[in-house]
């Protein structure tokens, strides 16, 4: 699955990278708690957090995460888009809840890898 067919699965506005919206995604992760995604381990894999602050968009970069989801409407500040953009990671959000983005992403195959616990 691409990020833009990911976008258009949550109704997700794009607030940073469209130039790189034709990459390809293998996984998600759904967390508001930066050391579970440490745990996650997926690179090229799309994020979905209602945790507004800087330290997402570390780990996302650490974990070659391509794409943040900021869920519940939540609209980032200036500086985690800027340091998104830095780091090339797309950024978009969605009026969904967590639990509703990520079963959108799991119904349109987006799953995990048979060796993860579900």
Not at 3 to 13: F, N, S, V, Y
Not at 43 to 51: D, F, K, N, P, R
Not at 59 to 85: N, Q, W
Request: charged share 25%; with cysteine.
């Amino acid at each position: 699955m691409t990020i833009k067919e990911a976008a258009g699965l949550l109704d997700a506005e794009i607030l940073c990278g469209e130039d790189w919206l034709d990459r390809e995604i293998n996984s998600a992760c759904g967390s508001d708690m930066m050391s579970d995604v440490l745990a996650f381990v997926k690179e090229h894999s799309i994020l979905l957090t209602g945790l507004l602050n800087p330290q997402v968009v570390r780990t996302a970069e650490m974990m070659d995460m391509s794409c943040i989801v900021f869920v519940r409407g939540k609209h980032p500040g200036d500086a985690i888009l800027k340091l998104a953009g830095d780091c090339g990671i797309v950024v978009m959000r969605t009026e969904y809840r967590m639990f509703s983005a990520c079963g959108k992403l799991y119904a349109a195959g987006l799953c995990p890898e048979a060796s993860a616990k579900v």
